[in-house]
């Protein structure tokens, strides 16, 4: 299905240029011209024309709604659509346009002179100096020629490239400067050869706790198991169980338990009575504990006139040992609070300098620590299974530059470059260690810098000396004159492959340096 037209709606007295810039935004599309209801526009077939050749030219397809006869019948000489309404322009066909005001050579009338037979008139108003000469053919063939041998040669010169590929040679290099980092507000530049830079120091109050599992001991009583029993009459005759009566296991080492109520069991055999039990003092503990149907065993004048059995098992034994805080635990516990405060104070600290500037973590120390902001949760000798400890301190740090240091070591880095070679920026590394500080607050550390570096070759002087060269001729070149990496050994690549030798042009060569991984 065709996409809908783009309406353009003329106003009474619009000429061609007006509707023709109109169209400039609708190339490609479907347009549909709509006239005004009152007055005209476009009314010479001269307009539509030029309308219809701008539409063409940006491929758009045209219909016309109009109800203007004079349009209507110039429209259908174009060969352009005409509706009554923009309804009827939706349901019906649209023609192809067709250019009437111009003609090819096959329409064109039998009676138009052709351009020999008016040749003698142009003849007569144009100079003949003006008029070519005719070539003779032997100077069309060497021009021919002539034209052939420029193209060759400048596609000899032009169209071949070469690729060239060489491993610098290259080696890493280490070295190890020693750095004093001053805090003394005097010191406020670089000594590159003394290896000394300025130093800031930067303080933090920090406030923490920590928490520790006590490790002192207390043995205290033991608790004793209990539960129920059930006694059983084995006689005819009712029974008062006295509070104490023993009853015990018999699997084992027996565990003892005692009636805490006295009971009255019913006489008559097989008659049942509940009765609460206790392990004895010398059972206390987790012993009692005993699984049901354990207990079967009365002792004293009752043991042949009932029996026993826990149909329950009994519970609430309980070996117990309390946890008390003793010296060591407190400590301990202050001495991993202190580390922990001095780890998170190196934290605080980078956050409070700036991007560039580097703390030197292992010259955190504790400046103020007072007692009475160091609480523990408990003193030694109380029972408690955790101690915890609140501190408030401050420490302080030193930082430096990172440049700074960086510089030193990149001095001491550079003198060692062999000559010939330069330094790869993208490969430096620096690390610091050994960190010492003295009474003075002066800071000693030692800086490792490591970087690759490389034989110094010119890309461009290296064209322009291989412009036009054999392979052959090339390969010795770079082989015996220039710094390369041991076991590797130069490649070329001339584009087309038969061609002998490197371009003529430099600008044709690429040169790749490759760089070995560290």
């Known amino acids: 299905m065709p996409t809908k037209p783009d309406y353009v709606q003329l106003e009474s007295g619009d000429d061609a240029a007006a509707v023709r810039d109109r169209l400039t935004f609708l190339r ?22 030029l309308v219809q050749r701008e539409a063409a030219r940006l491929s758009i397809r045209l219909a016309i ?7 209507a019948r110039h429209a259908r000489e174009l060969n352009i659509s005409v509706f009554e309404t923009i309804g009827e322009s939706e349901r019906k066909r649209w023609k192809r346009a067709r250019g009437s005001l111009f003609a090819d050579r096959a329409r064109k009338p039998d009676e138009e002179p052709s351009a020999d037979e008016l040749m003698p008139v142009a003849s007569r108003v144009r100079s003949d100096a003006l008029l070519p000469a005719r070539t003779r053919p032997w100077v069309q063939l060497v021009t021919l020629l002539l034209i052939v041998a420029v193209i060759a040669a400048a596609t000899y010169v032009i169209m071949p490239s070469a690729t060239i590929r060489i491993t610098p040679a290259q080696e890493r290099l280490e070295v190890q400067a020693p750095i004093v980092a001053d805090p003394n507000p005097a010191v406020t530049t670089v000594d590159v050869d003394a290896g000394l830079i ?3 120091i930067v303080q933090v109050p920090l406030e923490d706790t920590a928490t520790t599992q006590t490790t002192g001991l207390r043995e205290v009583e033991d608790s004793r198991a209990g539960g129920t029993v059930v006694f059983i009459n084995q006689t005819d005759s009712p029974i008062d169980i006295p509070a104490g009566t023993v009853v015990a296991t018999s699997a084992g080492t027996p565990i003892m338990f005692q009636t805490t109520d006295t009971a009255l069991l019913a006489g008559g055999v097989g008659l049942q009575v509940e009765a609460p039990v206790e392990a004895l003092p010398e059972y206390a503990g987790s012993a009692g504990n005993v699984d049901a149907g354990l207990i079967n065993t009365v002792t004293g004048d009752l043991a042949d006139r009932i029996s026993v059995r826990n149909i329950s098992p009994t519970v609430g034994g309980e070996d117990r040992t309390l946890r008390t805080v003793t010296l060591a635990d ?8 202190r580390q922990q405060m001095q780890s998170r104070a190196c934290d605080e600290m980078t956050n409070r300098v700036s991007a560039t500037q580097t703390v030197l973590c292992d010259t955190v120390r504790i400046i103020e620590e007072r007692g009475d902001l160091t609480t523990f949760s408990a003193q030694p000798g109380d029972v408690a299974d955790e101690l915890s400890l609140s501190m408030r301190l401050v420490v302080e740090a030193t930082a430096i530059e990172q440049l700074n240091g960086q510089q030193v070591a990149l001095a001491r880095l550079s003198a060692q470059i062999p000559r010939g070679r330069i330094l790869l920026p993208e490969t430096l590394e620096y690390e610091s260690s050994g960190v010492s500080i ?3 607050g002066r800071v000693g550390f030692v800086m490792t810098a490591q970087g690759t570096v490389i034989a110094q070759i010119d890309p461009e002087v290296l064209r322009d000396r291989m412009a036009g060269r054999s392979v052959a001729d090339a390969q010795a070149y770079l082989t015996t004159e220039l710094d390369l990496q041991p076991d590797t050994a130069p490649e070329i690549a001339v584009t087309p492959g038969w061609l002998p030798n490197l371009p003529l042009l430099a600008a044709r060569i690429r040169i790749i340096m490759e760089t070995l991984t560290p």
């Open 330 to 337: 407190q400590e301990r516990l202050l001495f991993t609070l």
């Open 438 to 440: 003295d009474s003075t």
């Open 198 to 200: 300025p130093a800031l």
């Open 65 to 71: 709604v109009s109800h203007d006869a004079d349009v």
């Open 28 to 49: 490609g599309r479907r347009v549909l011209l709509v006239w005004p209801e009152s007055g005209t526009a476009l009314n010479r077939k001269l307009d539509l024309v």
